[in-house]
Nanobody, 121 residues
Framework: QVQVVESGGGFVQTGGSLRLSCAAS????????MGWYRQAPGKQREWVAI???????DYLDSVKGRFTISRDNAKNTGYLQMNSLKPEDTAVYYC???????????????WGQGTQVIVSS
C-alpha cells in the first residue's frame, strides 16, 4: 500500500512564495507522474501542474511563469514552488501520484489529504 502526504501550505501575503511538498511512501517501484490540483471554496477541483517520468512539465495557464513543479526520484517526493502568489491562488492543494507498486507492478493513482494555501490581499 502506498501513501501520499502533502505539506508546506500556509498563509502568505500577495506576492509571497510557498513551497509545497508531496511525499510518497510504501512499496513503490516507480512513480510515473506527480500532479498538483487545487480546490477553492465553492469551486471544483482544478488541475495546476504535472511532471512526468521524463521530467516533462505542464502548467495551468494562470500559473505559468509563477509556479514550478519538480521531483526528487530518490526521495519519492515532488514539489511545487509557488512564487508571486495572488489571492486567487487561495485553495486547498492536493497532490496526485501515479505509482507503480512492488512487487506486483500494479499501477494506482494516489491522492494526498491536501494542504491549505491562503493568500491575503
Amino acid at each position: 500500500q502506498v501513501q501520499v502526504v502533502e505539506s508546506g501550505g500556509g498563509f502568505v501575503q500577495t506576492g509571497g512564495s510557498l513551497r509545497l511538498s508531496c511525499a510518497a511512501s510504501g512499496s513503490i517501484l516507480n512513480i510515473n507522474s506527480m500532479g498538483w490540483y487545487r480546490q477553492a471554496p465553492g469551486k471544483q477541483r482544478e488541475w495546476v501542474a504535472i511532471i512526468g517520468t521524463d521530467d516533462r512539465t505542464d502548467y495551468l495557464d494562470s500559473v505559468k511563469g509563477r509556479f514550478t513543479i519538480s521531483r526528487d526520484n530518490a526521495k519519492n517526493t515532488g514539489y511545487l514552488q509557488m512564487n508571486s502568489l495572488k489571492p486567487e491562488d487561495t485553495a486547498v492543494y492536493y497532490c496526485n501520484a501515479v505509482i507503480v507498486s512492488r512487487p506486483s507492478g500494479r499501477v494506482s493513482s494516489s491522492w494526498g489529504q491536501g494542504t491549505q494555501v491562503i493568500v491575503s490581499s
